[in-house]
């Protein structure tokens, strides 16, 4: 046979290998770099392979160490853990929801409004939808919300963290963009390319995920209006309301302060993400201070899952690698590129399988395993299509979240279960979110046939 | 299978004292880079040794706590199967994944990262920035720390399998058991150390 095709069999075997190997159930970090390792053994026996590639590994790694950009990962991460450990997301919330509990709908307004905001502190996915799960989704049921309502306002604000900036995933993807973008440039012939960077990407995302709250709230508007009784009002008794502008001066102002800085800063090319980060992080530990919950317990436990959140992502990373030396040597990406650009209709076909692609994959894997094992072999090709790398970033994080929210294996559906309350059938959350996804599509649609939603702040 | 249990005890402890000190580079994390602004928006003045070392120090920090990360069971698996199946399954799972993935994979890296280390060594390799830290040496060794942190840890992950599959588990302490089986706990991060996905 061939040694070209049989390299190209090889990777496109070990690309479903690694997919079926996931499903046991090992850490995925190490099955991707275990099953890869695997295929490059059987192509150095087949001579498809050579394995001193594998000498590259230590430079990849020390490169990912010492990357100053991806530093704003951790401190992110920092900042969304304090303010979730402090209390003062959970002191968010019960002052939005009685800020606004008076109106019909308007418990679930404010969950769309706090995801919003806790996106915009950096969103950990799991920790937005479980905080809004234990606090929010009690006090909605227990003002008589109609359960799917209610779990699908939840499910889909606390999954916002995905493509409202800062978000993780972006910082990531826009360090790789922005590498994969300079050397198609290169390629192209054009050697002064517009470079793009994480704070593009950011300012990128910005409308969009203004859209996908506006969606939101809409929906919650329109079945306050036509459906009264999904979502009845929570009035709230008068002792209460005298103290209500102090709460909100005390528990909403300062959080939203520290957010509009940090992302001000960044979106208003004042400072880099990782700049603005750490003026978050201590941001965010002062506020905590100032409410007297800064304690050495709490300090512990958020460098904990600071240090363990990032370290996570971080392998994965250290673990695609390797699945990118084989995949890359046996001809994969030689593969990828001959397919995608034969495709008929071009680059917009091409976009749109490789959305799908991520799509479908987002039914097993989280957002981190799918940018950094799809981008770096489909992004080079995109973007020698002339796609702009903005807006493939923006559209792969909006395709991402949506598949946190798709049943039967959508991630937000499982957090939300874990906390809900369990007279609460399983089907109600899955049916609950078919409205949210249908809005999710809608955004997609609207994303890519008008790209300038996307592209209008960052290039404009 | 006493001595087993002693040495997924002592791994266990290892990593937990490394990965709870180091986890405290988050803070300085936080603390260096925000000098770096107060200095570079407030004073006008930047050192590059300073920038040098919050980068490095995540690099250190998510290498160092890997092991931990894992001991913790932080490293995302895809549960669709893995979470609901029996303790027994569950060891089946873990053995095969730390003898035909993890521990090939940390074997590779070092394999082809000693050279790399050494080389650095060899010169007290600093920062390629005029003005960096000193001490580059010191970063690049990290990748073998976490490559043996990580094995050792899998090694402690392989033998509580073969303690439960050999009926054994009892003579581990309960933090180092599989966690129980409860279907209401399926998935909440922060309970089970598992803080969930980003």
Redesign the interface.
């Known amino acids: 046979m061939d040694l070209v095709l049989l390299g190209e069999l090889l990777s496109s075997l070990m690309f479903f290998g690694i997919i079926g190997f996931l499903m046991l159930g090992f850490p995925v970090a190490f099955t991707l770099a275990g099953v890869s390792l695997l295929f490059g053994l059987l192509g150095w026996g087949l001579g498809v392979f050579d394995p001193s590639n594998f000498g590259s590994l230590p430079n990849r790694y020390i490169g990912f160490m010492s990357n100053e950009v991806l530093v704003a990962v951790p401190l992110f991460i920092f900042m969304g853990v304090m303010l979730e450990k402090s209390g003062i997301a959970e002191q968010l919330l019960l002052t939005m929801s009685k800020l606004f509990g008076n109106l019909r709908g308007g418990l679930g307004l404010s969950v769309v409004l706090v995801g919003a905001m806790l996106a915009a502190s950096t969103g950990v996915v799991g920790a937005t939808v479980v905080t809004m799960g234990l606090i929010s989704l009690p006090a909605m049921l227990r003002a008589g919300y109609d359960p799917k309502l209610a779990t699908g306002v939840i499910s889909a604000s606390g999954t916002l963290g995905q493509i409202i900036p800062p978000s993780t995933v972006l910082i990531f993807m826009g360090d790789m963009l922005s590498g994969i973008n300079a050397q198609v440039q290169m390629e192209k012939g054009n050697f002064a390319p517009v470079p793009v960077s994480v704070g593009d990407l950011f300012t990128g995302a910005l409308l969009p995920g203004l859209l996908l709250v506006g969606l939101y709230a809409s929906y919650v508007i329109f079945k306050a209006i036509t459906d009264p009784a999904s979502c009845p009002a929570t009035p709230v008794p008068p002792e209460e309301r005298s103290g209500l502008l102090r709460e909100v001066a005390v528990a909403l102002i300062p959080p939203l302060l520290l957010i509009l800085a940090v992302l001000g800063s960044i979106l208003g090319g004042i400072a880099t993400p990782t700049e603005a980060a750490s003026v978050g992080a201590v941001g965010a530990m002062v506020l905590a201070a100032l409410r007297w919950r800064m304690s050495f317990s709490i300090l512990t436990q958020t460098v904990v899952a600071t240090a363990t959140i990032t370290s996570m992502v971080f392998i994965i990373l250290f673990g695609a690698s390797v699945f990118s030396i084989v995949f890359r040597l046996m001809g994969g990406d030689n593969l990828v590129h001959a397919v995608l650009t034969s495709l008929p209709g071009g680059a917009m076909t091409a976009m749109v399988v490789v959305m799908l692609m991520m799509f479908v994959l987002g039914f097993i894997l989280d957002s981190f395993e799918i940018i950094f094992i799809v981008i770096p072999i489909t992004a080079p090709v995109l973007l020698a299509l002339d796609i702009d790398p903005i807006w493939l970033g923006v559209m792969v994080g909006v395709n991402l979240q949506t598949s946190f929210l798709t049943p039967p294996f959508g991630f937000a559906l499982f957090y939300l279960r874990g906390v809900a309350p369990d007279s609460l059938p399983t089907s109600a959350i899955y049916r609950g979110i078919i409205p949210f996804v249908i809005l999710q599509f809608i955004a997609i649609i609207l994303l890519f046939v008008f790209p300038q939603i996307v592209l209008w702040l960052p290039r404009g | 299978m006493h001595a087993m249990a002693a040495i997924v005890r002592v791994i266990g402890a290892l990593n937990a004292v490394i990965?709870?000190v180091?986890?405290?580079?988050?803070?300085g994390?936080?603390i260096a880079?925000?000098t770096?602004?107060v200095q570079?928006?407030l004073f006008g003045v930047s050192y590059l040794w300073l920038?040098?070392l919050?980068?490095?120090l995540?690099?250190?920090?998510?290498?160092g706590?890997?092991g931990?990360?894992?001991a913790?069971g932080?490293?995302?698996?895809?549960?669709?199967?893995?979470?609901p199946?029996s303790v027994r399954r569950?060891a089946v799972?873990?053995l095969?994944?730390v003898l035909?993935?993890?521990l090939?994979?940390m074997v590779?890296?070092v394999v082809?990262?000693w050279p790399?280390?050494t080389r650095s060594w060899s010169y007290w390799e600093g920062s390629s920035n005029v003005g960096g830290m000193p001490g580059?040496f010191v970063?690049?060794s990290?990748?073998i720390v976490f490559s043996v942190l990580?094995a050792l840890q899998?090694i402690a992950m392989a033998l509580r399998a073969v303690l439960v599959l050999a009926d054994r588990e009892h003579l581990l302490p309960e933090h180092l058991r599989y966690p129980p089986n409860v279907a209401?706990?399926?998935?909440?991060?922060?309970e089970t150390g598992q803080?969930?996905?980003?």
Do not use: Q
């Open positions: 990965g709870r180091m986890s405290w580079l988050a803070l994390i936080v880079c925000f770096v602004v570079r928006y920038r040098d919050y980068i490095w995540n690099g250190a920090m998510f290498t706590v890997a931990f990360a894992l913790r932080d490293h995302v698996r895809v549960d669709i199967f893995y979470r199946a569950k799972i873990d095969f994944g035909v993935f993890l090939p994979f590779v890296v082809y990262s790399f280390v580059l970063l690049k990290f990748i990580v899998g209401a706990a399926v998935h909440t991060p922060g803080e969930g996905t980003l």
